[in-house]
């Protein structure tokens, strides 16, 4: 039995039928992944700047151990008992120190790093600490703040309770690198230690002190609170943070299948390789004790740039891939129904198609009967008359309007992309400039608000400084607020030649000149007395035109982030030289400090920006010596290796000279 041919309406639906189900198969195969890898990457990232946050509040409470101790040791109290080997004032004054602030250990050693007070554990003094890896350093830097593995046999010095609280056994972990101990005796301390000095720079001894991080969770509950603001989903925390020492959980609020900490299980195998052993961050998914987590990890370092563990945030996976499973049911409900409402739209519109085809065929079957006699009608003004006598021209018309239409297409797009570009460099400069105005606002309208009360305390202060006595205990805070309202005059002097920049009085100068005179002012400092200075000067460079004094400032600000980051020993090489195309006279600032990561040099020049510690820099040394080389027409770039050292190189252009001429 023959069957029945499909009509042309049939095909013409089977046809769009089976492209919708295979695009829409396509689509829910490419969507699904594309969806889950997005969601996955969003995370990642996220986890990314939620563990930089943690390095935060990690760092905060190893400077907060720090300041303490660096604060207590300055005290002249402290430096006199010492000196005088007091050590009941030092125990008493020592332990009240470490009970207001929450130390776990505060101790104190002399000169030779033998302890002489233990305000926890105060009958166990006497032994050696020279050789601690931190101590030994303290004479020669100062002070110093690094996380630290502690035997157990030295926190048994400090107090058994310490000993106690660092002791684990191991609980069996899914997914663990095999160990071959079972248990864990040492702890894990943010420790400090600070120089005692006396008024003539004599190391008197050693103070030191830190907090045991093994079943201490104020650190991986606050990165809880402060990044994921206790967040559940189905009952469960959906952020959580973690303290390894080397592979081992001793500080977390990762549960366990009972609902408590999960302290004394470990990181994965797979974790392990690539954090303790290869030394690199890990993002990326990773089986969290008994739940999948997406997660970051990344080594911590002692002060011999050792790992000695790991800081670790991370996000239940569940929610993203139960995100990723609803917007796919949803995405296959409207596309069923998209499916179902274009085979309706379908079958109506090939009737439009159909019916005109019909008369088509019946004309065609007339013809190839032999009726030569009839023809198409071309009288007809519709679709059917036109296709009957003009069809072959019909296509070659539509064809070429196609091709102009293609290239006016091509042209209209690049020109609009080439006008969109411009449009948004336009806004980005327009923003940028809005931004650096209201910025100018802000720190003039600031700085002059505070200028005048700044003198008064400046005033006020030194005069109270001049009638006390020094051996008076408040002498010593007068002179810090000297100090600092001194500083804060110099922020506010900083503000002020930023948002107000003063034009320059331009002159003919020698550039020669202005460099030897800023480093003659500059060699007087004592940063400057173990720095040796090269200087190679170009005799025969014209003279430009330019502002002789903000010159100056600009190459006195370089020398002097030149000679700090050296930290006053190094060479410093300073030379003046015509550029190969002779368009400009070249400045060049070459130092063998410690270089700058590759991540601050973007920032050099952008105000309140400075990588010195706290005090130390107000951020707009380098901000006003750029406004000051853009006014001059000229540019500053930076060339930096770490650990090598920096090279600065001003650049201005002869063209103002030559017009002055």
Not at 503 to 529: C, G, H, T, V, Y
Request: glycine share 6%.
């Amino acid at each position: 039995m023959r069957l029945r041919p499909f009509s042309l309406r049939t095909k013409i639906i089977l046809m769009f039928l089976i492209v919708i189900i295979i695009g829409g198969l396509l689509s829910l195969s490419f969507g699904s992944k594309l969806i889950k890898n997005t969601l996955i990457d969003q995370a990642q990232a996220k986890v990314k700047h939620d563990l930089a946050a943690a390095w935060m509040v990690f760092n905060e409470k190893l400077n907060y151990v720090k300041e303490i101790v660096r604060l207590t040791a300055e005290r002249e109290s402290i430096k006199e008992a010492t000196k005088n080997n007091n050590k009941d004032i030092l125990f008493r004054y020592l332990s009240r120190v470490r009970e207001e602030y929450g130390l776990d250990v505060l101790t104190l050693t002399d000169s030779t790093g033998i302890v002489i007070v233990r305000t926890r554990n105060p009958g166990v003094i006497g032994d050696d600490q020279s050789q601690d890896e931190i101590i030994k350093l303290v004479p020669k830097k100062g002070v110093l703040a690094y996380p630290q593995i502690v035997p157990r046999e030295e926190l048994i010095k400090e107090g058994k309770d310490l000993a106690d609280q660092a002791y684990m056994e191991f609980i069996d972990t899914p997914k663990a690198a095999p160990r071959p101990e079972n248990k864990e005796t040492n702890g894990m301390m943010l420790k400090a230690a600070s120089s005692i000095v006396d008024e003539r720079g004599n190391h008197l001894g050693t103070l030191y002190g830190g907090i045991l991080l093994n079943r201490n969770y104020e650190i991986v509950d606050r990165v809880k609170e402060t990044v994921y603001k206790g967040e559940k989903y189905k009952g469960r925390d959906k952020g959580t943070a973690t303290i390894f020492q080397h592979d081992l959980r001793i500080s977390t609020n990762v549960p366990n299948e009972k609902g408590e900490r999960a302290i004394g299980t470990r990181v994965s195998k797979e974790v392990n390789n690539a954090v303790l052993i290869e030394g690199n961050p890990w993002i990326d998914r990773a089986f969290v004790v008994n739940l999948w987590y997406i997660t970051a990890y990344e080594p911590i370092i002692n002060i011999n740039n050792k790992i000695i563990g790991i800081l670790y945030v991370g996000m239940l996976e569940k929610p993203y891939l139960d995100i990723t499973n609803r917007v796919m049911r949803t995405f296959i409900i409207i596309a069923s129904l998209c499916v179902v409402l274009l085979l309706v739209i379908l079958y109506f519109s090939t009737t439009r198609i159909i019916n005109p085809l019909q008369k088509m065929v019946v004309a065609t079957q007339k013809i190839s009967a032999g009726d030569l006699t009839h023809k198409v009608e071309v009288s007809s003004k519709d679709e059917i008359g036109y296709l009957a006598d003009s069809f072959n021209q019909m296509t070659a018309d539509l064809e070429a309007a196609n091709e102009k239409l293609i290239e006016w297409g091509k042209t209209l797009e690049k020109k609009v992309e080439e006008r969109t570009k411009e449009l948004t460099e336009m806004q980005a400069h327009l923003i940028q400039s809005e931004k650096l105005a209201s910025l100018g606002k802000l720190a003039a309208g600031v700085a002059h608000e505070i200028n005048n009360p700044l003198g008064g305390i400046l005033i006020y202060s030194h005069l109270l400084l001049e009638d006390i006595d020094k051996n008076n205990p408040h002498y010593e805070n007068l002179k810090k607020i000297v100090k600092e309202t001194s500083r804060c005059k110099d922020i506010v002097k900083g503000l002020l030649e930023f948002a107000r920049p003063k034009e320059p009085e331009m002159s003919l100068i020698s550039i020669n000149d202005i460099a030897e005179k800023s480093l003659s002012i500059m060699e007087r400092q004592a940063l400057f007395q173990n720095i040796k200075i090269k200087k190679t000067y170009t005799s025969d460079l014209p003279k430009i035109v330019a502002d002789s004094a903000q010159l100056q400032q600009v190459f006195m600000n370089v020398i002097i982030n030149a000679a700090e980051a050296m930290e006053g020993n190094g060479i410093l090489a300073l030379s003046t030289s015509l550029s190969r195309d002779g368009t400009c006279i070249e400045v060049k600032f070459s130092d063998t400090g410690h270089g700058i990561m590759e991540e601050d040099k973007k920032r050099l020049f952008e105000p309140f920006f400075t990588t010195k510690e706290v005090g130390k820099g107000t951020g707009l040394g380098l901000a006003i010596s750029y406004s000051i080389i853009q006014k001059h027409h000229g540019t500053i770039e930076v060339k930096s290796e770490l650990g090598k050292g920096s090279t600065f190189t001003v650049k201005l252009p002869l063209t103002e000279e030559r017009e002055h001429e």
